[in-house]
């Protein structure tokens, strides 16, 4: 099986886990609904970093622009994660939800704008 593929049913094993278990803890009496969320949201969060740190690792870039863009796009991604995680521990949960939505929209922003702004850089030169 490739390693990939092993990775990600262990990513979706984790989190499925997580949830049940978060849930039945849930049901029990142990965890109340707003630490059921930021448990499940925050696992989430660490699969985005953990992807973002595979990019570069993963992903065969041929030119140099294209690994820039590659370790632009790995940080942006691991930067908004660990933001998006980092809300859903400390915010509120109305807080974190929006919040964490901005700063992975942010990551792709930012990977998408130094995608465009290299390309034209390059048609210019």
């Not at 949830?19 to 039945?24: I, L, M, R």
């Not at 820039?68 to 809300?87: E, I």
């Not at 929006?98 to 390309?119: D, I, K, N, P, Q």
Request: proline share 2%.
């Amino acid at each position: 099986m490739n390693k990939e593929i092993k990775a990600g049913l262990i990513w979706a094993g984790t989190i499925l886990a997580l949830s049940f278990g978060a849930v039945t803890a849930r049901k029990l009496g142990y965890l109340d609904g707003d630490t059921v969320t930021r448990l499940v949201m925050c696992i989430n969060g660490l699969l985005i970093v953990w992807y973002g740190n595979r990019i570069p690792k993963t992903v065969i870039a041929r030119s140099a622009h294209a690994r820039q863009a590659q370790r632009v796009a790995a940080w942006s991604q691991v930067l908004s994660g660990l933001v998006y995680t980092g809300l859903f521990v400390f915010a509120p949960i109305r807080v974190a939800a929006l919040g964490g939505a901005g700063a992975v929209l942010a990551g792709v922003a930012v990977t998408l704008g130094y995608c465009v702004s290299r390309r034209a850089k390059t048609k210019a030169a």
